[in-house]
């Protein structure tokens, strides 16, 4: 109890730096022959949190804790170490072919920017699904026979209290990275290193928790929004209640602006593949401008699937997908790394992970050699519907996601 | 700026890797390849090295005369390998896949600083696919960082290790881990012990075990 509250209380402000709980098969409740097999990554927070809610829910289940080096699925995913070879690794090592008589396995969906399920099927035998975004939503997810999880549960949310947190992290990691620095200009500008370091970290949090509110585009622009925010009331106290001198309100006025825009332009790292670049963080300018090359577009529905942004639009028309909402887009990838036919295309030039997690290992190298354009398959494929259409329903069929024709 | 400087930092590339490795072993890494390729390879035997890496080893080895299978899972890695080893047959898979290649068709499985990378249950579940691949009489010549043998050589070692491996990660983003029970590890998949040499406090060991 005492040690998970210490785990916690270090989560709260170093979640972007791995925690790793031991991989392997894990038995949640009395599963059996017939029980469902889920994948997750081996960060002690995110196994803890699945187990928990798989006994809440009184699921009995076998979980393969995959080792994505103790980093969450997401950012895991996104910097290489939770790929379709983590997979096949701990299907083969687990044991767990020899516990169930059936070839189910469900991935979680942020696992799809690392994990092609075409690649997984044909290399394991096994047949992967896309469960639910959040493990919350699990149980509807298996209630409903394991059918394609509903619109909105498919959905990256990133809810104030997800949002606060991120605020913490992303604070502790600026004031981590700014300390030494800081602290040597101590020396000529005493009180500085003591002031300011809070102040980056109250920043962070507020930038965080306003993002949605803040008026302008992620990157800067929304920093210099933040700034302006917290300047105002400042120089107004300062200048009332306080009695500060002129020019030292000036100068911390200055600083605030500096320091909130810093911390706008650190914000959207949190995506592995966000374009830490100039154009991009100072005139919003998207540089991962996704589209899809309809003549190579089989309406799969996959990318659809994977979105956790909800981009794409299907055309019951032509059958084809098409982007409909590129502001919406998080830039994770997943839809490029599962389109079996590459008719997804973008710009990107090889991004890295950015965030320290994902970076500290090797997320760089796997990450740009991904991305780069793949051979089309030589299958023809079998579109399935996104909602199950019920009796008859194509993704009843056991190879309903790639039946060659 | 944090994100900045920890993307510029931490960017890794496979021409990179070969220069960490030599710098953390401080060059011992490629006399021990250098070693494996000349008095534990023969000519004409069937090898398959896991973790090929950027391929100078199987280079080595090919040129040696022996007829090289090697597998890495970095795609990149490999696009490096098929340059530096062009005799050498280069498959993209996991280590833990090496079952699939068949059984009982090499003379030796050579693993330089791979094992390392891997978890504990991936580690026992390749040495025992390795030893059911090698036909009897073949060898497991395994190079890779492992824990100092002697309670007094850890301090030592650490001591070396820590700004060694700090400096590395600096210049080329790259760094090693090392293998637990190693030797246990490989008695238990069935395979002996045939020669055991130490470098650096014995915390870089290249270990040779037959399938008798």
């Given at each position: 109890?005492?040690w998970?509250l ?13 925690l ?5 098969l894990?038995?949640?409740?009395n ?6 097999v ?6 002690e927070?995110?196994?803890?949190k ?15 804790v ?8 997401w950012?895991a ?5 939770f790929?379709t ?11 767990i ?26 290399r ?9 975004v ?6 509807a ?11 909105a ?5 990133f809810?104030p209290?997800d ?15 700014l300390?030494?620095?800081l602290?040597v ?21 507020l930038?965080?928790l ?11 622009q ?8 917290v ?5 107004f106290?300062?200048?009332t209640?306080m009695?500060m ?5 000036v ?7 500096l320091l909130?825009?810093?911390t706008?332009?650190d914000l ?8 830490q ?5 100072v005139f919003?300018v998207k540089q ?24 794409f639009a299907?055309?019951?028309a ?13 830039a994770c990838?997943a839809?490029i790394?599962?389109c079996?036919?590459d ?14 997690t994902c970076?500290?290992?090797d997320?760089?190298?796997a ?13 023809e494929?079998?579109?399935?519907d ?10 009843e ?9 | ?12 590339t ?14 011992r890494?490629?006399?021990?390849k ?15 090295e ?10 080595r ?13 970095s ?17 993209h ?8 290649l ?11 600083l791979?094992l ?25 010549v395994?190079?890779?960082?492992v ?6 050589g850890?301090p030592?070692?650490?001591?070396v290790r820590?700004?060694l491996a700090?400096?590395?990660f ?5 760094t ?27 915390t ?5 075990a037959?399938?008798?």
């Amino acid at each position: 109890m005492m040690w998970n509250l210490l785990k916690d209380t270090w989560l709260l402000f170093g979640r972007l730096f791995p925690l790793p709980t031991r991989p392997g098969l894990r038995a949640v409740g009395n599963p059996d022959l017939s029980s469902p097999v889920l994948v997750t990554g081996n960060f002690e927070l995110t196994v803890r949190k699945v187990i928990a809610t798989l006994r809440r829910e009184r699921i009995d289940a076998w979980l393969l804790v995959a080792p994505t080096r103790g980093i969450n699925v997401w950012c895991a995913a996104g910097g290489g170490h939770f790929t379709t070879d983590t997979v096949v690794s701990i299907l083969r090592t687990s044991g767990i072919e020899e516990r169930v008589d059936h070839r189910h396995l469900i991935l979680p969906q942020l696992a799809a920017n690392g994990v092609n399920v075409w690649k997984l099927k044909e290399r394991s035998g096994w047949r992967p699904r896309f469960g639910p975004v959040d493990i919350r939503h699990l149980a509807a997810y298996l209630a409903s026979g394991r059918k394609q999880t509903e619109r909105a549960q498919r959905r990256v949310r990133f809810p104030p209290a997800d949002r606060l947190v991120m605020g913490t992290n992303l604070g502790f990691n600026s004031a981590l990275l700014l300390a030494i620095p800081l602290g040597v200009a101590s020396i000529w500008l005493p009180g500085l290193w003591w002031r300011t370091l809070p102040l980056l970290f109250a920043l962070s949090v507020l930038a965080s928790l306003l993002a949605f509110w803040l008026p302008g585009k992620p990157g800067v622009q929304k920093g210099v929004a933040l700034g302006v925010l917290v300047a105002a009331p400042f120089v107004f106290l300062s200048q009332t209640a306080m009695a500060m001198a002129p020019w030292t309100t000036v100068g911390w006025t200055a600083w605030i602006l500096l320091l909130a825009t810093y911390t706008g332009y650190d914000l959207p790292s949190w995506s592995p593949l966000w374009r830490q670049e100039v154009k991009e963080l100072v005139f919003g300018v998207k540089q991962t401008r996704i589209e899809v090359v309809a003549e190579r577009c089989i309406g799969c529905h996959l990318c659809d699937i994977v979105c956790p942004a909800g981009v794409f639009a299907f055309d019951e028309a032509s059958h084809k997908y098409a982007v409909a909402d590129l502001d919406a887009c998080l830039a994770c990838g997943a839809c490029i790394e599962n389109c079996p036919t590459d008719a997804i295309d973008n710009n990107f030039r090889g991004g890295i992970c950015s965030c320290p997690t994902c970076a500290l290992i090797d997320g760089a190298r796997a990450l740009t050699g991904k991305r780069t354009s793949r051979p089309a398959p030589a299958i023809e494929l079998v579109p399935i519907d996104t909602e199950c259409r019920g009796e008859g329903c194509a993704c009843e069929e056991e190879d309903a996601v790639s039946r060659p024709s | 700026m944090s994100t900045l400087v920890y993307m510029k930092l931490l960017e890794q590339t496979p021409e990179k890797y070969d220069r960490g490795m030599r710098l953390l072993t401080l060059g011992r890494i490629d006399r021990i390849k250098e070693e494996i390729a000349n008095r534990w390879i023969e000519p004409g035997q069937a090898v398959l090295e896991i973790g090929c890496g950027t391929g100078r080893l199987s280079a080595r080895m090919a040129a040696r005369g022996a007829r090289v299978v090697a597998i890495d899972v970095s795609e990149p890695m490999l696009a490096l390998a098929r340059v530096t080893a062009p005799g050498v047959e280069l498959h993209h898979m996991t280590a833990v896949e090496i079952g699939d290649l068949g059984a009982e068709r090499f003379d030796r499985i050579v693993a330089t600083l791979s094992l390392s990378e891997l978890s504990e249950a991936e580690v026992n579940h390749v040495v025992r696919a390795a030893a059911s691949l090698l036909r009897p009489g073949g060898r497991l010549v395994v190079a890779d960082e492992v824990p100092a043998a002697r309670w007094w050589g850890r301090p030592l070692a650490a001591l070396v290790r820590v700004p060694l491996a700090a400096l590395t990660f600096l210049l080329t983003q790259n760094t090693t881990h090392a293998l637990k029970g190693l030797a246990a590890r490989l008695e238990a998949a069935g395979l002996h012990l045939v020669h055991r040499e130490d470098h650096l406090l014995g915390t870089l060991a290249l270990v040779v075990a037959e399938k008798r």
